[in-house]
């Protein structure tokens, strides 16, 4: 498996969570890792991208402030902490990597390896 998605899960609105995106050794050292969402009917959408070297980060400008990517060198690891979950954050959560750069403008078309996938549910 080269990407799997796990932590997602059922909270109340307020409640924070973390979902992680497990990398293979390979696409962790050399890809840049994102987080993508999608709602039932809506479109997918970035919500947070983290470079190889962690030098660069993006987030989704409406998620600033909320959540926050980060890498874990020990074990392969990209988090996404979402912290005063809003009804309107359920979706299910996916990660992807890609060699490019990944950023807000950048289509999710195209990206080169996805994790399955992981629910979250945030009820009000």
């Known amino acids: 498996v080269q990407l799997q998605a796990f932590g997602g899960g059922s909270v109340h609105a307020g409640d924070s969570l973390r979902v992680s995106c497990l990398a293979s050794?390979?696409?962790?050292?050399?890809?840049?890792i994102a987080w993508f969402r999608q709602a039932p009917g809506k479109q997918r959408e970035f919500v947070a991208s983290?470079?190889?070297?962690?030098?660069?980060?993006n987030y989704q400008d409406s998620l600033k402030g909320r959540f926050t990517i980060s890498r874990d060198n020990a074990i392969n690891t990209v988090h996404l902490q979402m912290n005063s979950l809003k009804p309107e954050d359920a979706a299910v959560y996916y990660c992807?990597?890609?060699?490019?750069?990944?950023?807000?403008?950048?289509?999710?078309?195209?990206?080169?390896?996805w994790g399955q996938g992981t629910q979250v549910t945030v009820s009000s």
């Open positions: 983290i470079s190889w070297s962690a030098t660069r980060i």
């Open positions: 992807a990597a890609d060699k490019a750069p990944i950023d807000s403008g950048r289509s999710y078309y195209g990206l080169e390896y």
């Open positions: 050794e390979r696409i962790f050292s050399r890809y840049a």
